[in-house]
């Protein structure tokens, strides 16, 4: 069980938009900064959003991040098929002096 | 190129111990705070560990308190993890992580390709 909760499999037609959601509590999202790692199935995460919203050197302007009071929203707009992974959402939880991590979400591009 | 690269991986038997290593290249070292996240086969991320860029603090996650130890060696551009009374439970991929940004406020910039653990029973 994670601490943080993401869906565990969304899916989306090419060129469409989807959203995956991450829940947590005061302690870990609502105080605390949030990133989304995407993991294509036999390879390292690599960080897409960071600080809620921005987005690393060559990360493209179709991922976007939110983030409200204790959930995040990781967005992702005109879908390829390049996009199918796992997407993990994570920040510091201060009661557990530890970093968490999400479930993990298998987005399927149709 | 700016890279790192874990080693130390294998197999096990369950109460016995490992080392991994982590050897970045293309930056410097010890100005970043490092991370060891691993993930079970066909299981999500699990963070494991954390120590700040100068060695001053460290934390990990309830399950391997006691038992690993995160260090590293600034010096030689080396972190480690050792890993004692390993259980099958911690069979996974060992990933390093750099971190970037302030505490606690990071996020995992540069992940390494991750070396294997397997504990038997």
């Known amino acids: 069980q994670s601490v943080l909760t993401q869906p565990p499999s969304v899916s989306a037609a090419p060129g469409q938009k989807v959203t995956i959601s991450c829940s947590g509590s005061?302690?870990?999202?609502?105080?605390?900064?949030v990133s989304w790692y995407q993991q294509i199935p036999g390879t390292a995460p690599k960080a897409l959003i960071y600080?809620?919203?921005k987005r690393p050197s060559g990360i493209p302007d179709r991922f976007s991040g939110s983030k409200s009071g204790t959930s995040a929203t990781l967005g992702i707009t005109g879908l390829q098929t390049g996009d199918e992974a796992d997407y993990y959402c994570?920040?510091?939880?201060?009661?557990?002096?530890?970093?968490?991590f999400g479930g993990g979400t298998k987005l399927t591009v149709l | 190129q700016v890279q790192m690269v874990e080693s130390g991986g294998g197999v096990v038997q369950s109460g016995r111990s490992l080392r991994l290593s982590c050897a970045p290249s293309?930056?410097?070292?010890?100005?970043?705070?490092m991370h060891w996240v691993r993930q079970a086969p066909g299981k999500g991320l699990e963070w494991v560990a954390v120590?700040?860029?100068?060695?001053?603090?460290?934390f990990y996650t309830d399950s391997v308190k006691g038992r690993f130890t995160i260090s590293r060696d600034n010096s030689k551009n080396t972190l480690y993890l050792q890993m004692n009374s390993l259980r099958p439970e911690d069979t996974a991929v060992y990933y390093c992580?750099?971190?970037?940004?302030?505490?606690?406020?990071?996020?995992?910039?540069?992940w390494g390709r991750g070396t294997l653990v397997t504990v038997s029973s």
């Open positions: 992580a750099r971190d970037e940004g302030y505490y606690p406020n990071w996020y995992f910039d540069l």
């Open positions: 293309g930056f410097t070292f010890s100005r970043y705070g």
């Open positions: 120590i700040w860029f100068d060695g001053s603090n460290k």
């Open positions: 005061s302690s870990n999202i609502g105080n605390n900064d």
């Open positions: 600080e809620n919203k």
């Open positions: 994570g920040t510091w939880d201060s009661s557990l002096s530890g970093w968490v």
